[in-house]
């Protein structure tokens, strides 16, 4: 279904680049890609390289828009990552 629906961004409607914009489309990345004629840009290794050139950059987001917290919360992030390394775990 989703090939059928790029041939036909393609072909009915002249698109010139397929953008899977949910991650959870990734695994038809390459299924696309061989059978298309145009270029399948996937979301998730997209977003990763733009975080990554800001971050190569220096650019953060703005102190302006979103502040400091007013109450650190280290143990709270800490427990919520201990507790996603438990449940990947089993």
Request: charged share 15%; proline share 6%; glycine share 4%.
């Amino acid at each position: 279904m989703l090939l059928d629906a790029a041939i036909a961004c393609v072909e009915e409607d002249g698109a010139n680049v397929i953008y899977l914009c949910s991650t959870t489309m990734h695994q038809a990345n390459a299924y696309l890609v061989e059978n298309l004629n145009v270029p399948v840009i996937n979301s998730g290794p997209l977003s990763y390289k733009i975080v990554n050139a800001m971050l190569d950059l220096g650019l953060a987001h703005s102190r302006a828009a979103y502040p400091r917290p007013l109450v650190p919360k280290q143990k709270l992030i800490h427990a919520m990552l201990n507790a996603a390394r438990k449940s990947s775990d089993t």
